[in-house]
């Protein structure tokens, strides 16, 4: 007897539909939204600042960064030689063999060198230069201008691994920023720093991150657009639910830690050593939750505040929503993650090379018949994840120096709103990622968000939980 053959036939697909991880990548788009730049520009000002305090109060780290090795503050024979050649060759100090030797001074005094229009010959700027990369070479770096050169340098990599189209390295560069941070800035005693930062950057992205993640997801739920004031006042009328989603898995980590250090002092007092020692095995499952929390911060912490921003719930819900949503579904969130991964590269070189050809453009065109030097060292290929403080050119006049003043500080506006697009991006890219991750787990579709008049966490209408109440 023949089996019967049934046969299907698809005249169509809709491919977004079916494949939905490509829907991530809109986060491209959304994310250049003017009111979106600034709140990112504002976001990044704010770190800056922040930071700027901490390099200000704090220690230096080595010149090389945080890659490097644990350093005690004293500069190599060999730098010590290099700084007292350049200021010998470029300055008026002159620094004796047994002088101290500030690589800060020389450089300020480098600077000013530089500005001096005329004072260094055209066929002896390189040199200059390279003396001036040198010198700086031995200045030690304060904990969040390495921090930034390491960010900078792991998010350099993105971009040029999609270039590339290597998978890994983009995978790498990843982890490198979210583990290898934390780990590198510990190995050189920089705790307080961690503590005072994370806390500082965490309240921004609770805030404007809040407001972000609200304006993707509702105009991912049905094409509307928010403002960002209206976005702003949503994430600060729900702070303490958006701040306490990203504290409460480093507490509960805090927490455990804390009594894995307890049970250590305590196996110093004879008789409680050998209690601890047959409960080690709790201490093991108190390691393993630490772990397991710290690493679930790492994969699916983007996802904690659009929780909040999407379902109006509180931290804890927010916490129980993202860390079930990676373990139900985790080869989904490596996709979307990945996705997510590619379309900050792509739109970081897409980003890169406009802003640059921008500020190329008009400095070219507006200085052709500008006959001073109003626009010296404008325009150019500028250096967007780099925190070296290079020489700037001197004006021939205070009225050039003050115009050279405002071209430069526009031109740092807008380096600014490249690091606040990659800010931008990244909420929009893990409201992105929540929602679909969301309909994966629960079936829920991308439109089905928090509004006014929806019971918050639950997304039933108030007037059901007001008949409820009546019958009861």
Not at 11 to 16: A, H, I, R, S
Not at 281 to 286: D, E, F, M, P, T
Not at 368 to 386: D, Y
């Amino acid at each position: 007897m023949e089996r019967e053959v049934h046969r299907m036939t698809v005249d169509e697909m809709e491919f977004g539909k079916v494949f939905r991880f490509g829907r991530v990548l809109k986060a491209i788009g959304s994310s250049l939204q003017p009111g979106r730049l600034a709140l990112g520009v504002l976001v990044v000002a704010l770190i800056g600042l922040g930071g700027q305090v901490c390099d200000w109060v704090g220690g230096t780290l080595p010149p090389a960064g945080l890659a490097a090795e644990t350093w005690n503050g004293e500069m190599t024979v060999s730098q010590k030689r290099s700084v007292r050649r350049a200021a010998g060759k470029w300055t008026e100090m002159d620094l004796k063999i047994d002088s101290k030797v500030d690589p800060s001074e020389v450089l300020a005094a480098m600077r000013a060198k530089f500005a001096s229009p005329g004072s260094i010959e055209a066929s002896r700027m390189d040199a200059f230069m390279q003396d001036y990369d040198a010198v700086n070479g031995t200045r030690g770096r304060g904990p969040f201008e390495a921090t930034v050169d390491w960010v900078g340098l792991q998010i350099a990599r993105i971009a040029q691994a999609t270039l590339d189209l290597s998978a890994v390295t983009v995978v790498d560069a990843a982890i490198d920023i979210a583990w290898g941070t934390p780990r590198m800035l510990w190995k050189h005693g920089q705790w307080w720093f961690m503590l005072f930062m994370g806390l500082w950057t965490l309240l921004l992205f609770a805030i404007f991150g809040g407001a972000m993640c609200r304006m993707e997801a509702v105009q991912a739920a049905g094409g509307q657009r928010i403002g960002p004031l209206d976005a702003t006042d949503f994430a600060l009328g729900r702070l303490i639910n958006m701040y306490g989603s990203l504290l409460i898995p480093l507490v509960l980590a805090g927490g455990l830690a804390g009594l894995l250090l307890l049970s250590g002092l305590l196996m110093n007092v004879p008789v409680l050593n050998i209690i601890v020692a047959i409960l080690y095995g709790l201490s093991l499952l108190a390691g393993l939750g630490i772990m397991m929390l710290l690493l679930g911060y790492a994969a699916c912490g983007g996802m904690l505040i659009p929780a909040v921003a999407v379902e109006n719930c509180d931290g804890g819900d927010a916490m129980q929503r993202a860390y079930s949503y990676m373990v139900t579904r985790p080869l989904h969130l490596i996709l979307y993650s990945g996705m997510g991964l590619i379309g900050l590269g792509l739109g970081l070189v897409l980003v890169i090379v406009l802003v640059n050809a921008a500020l190329s453009t008009t400095a070219g065109l507006q200085g052709a018949w500008t006959w001073n030097t109003s626009f010296a060292g404008a325009g150019g290929a500028v250096e967007i994840f780099s925190s070296i403080d290079d020489p700037s050119p001197g004006f021939n006049s205070w009225w050039t120096g003050i115009a050279g003043w405002f071209i430069g500080f526009w031109e740092s506006v807008v380096v600014l709103a490249v690091l606040g697009w990659i800010f931008s991006y990244c909420c929009a890219a893990w409201t992105r990622i929540y929602l679909l991750m969301r309909r994966a787990c629960d079936g829920l579709e991308e439109d089905t968000i928090w509004f006014s008049g929806l019971i918050p966490g639950t997304l039933a209408p108030e007037s059901f939980n007001a008949s409820e109440s009546s019958s009861s």
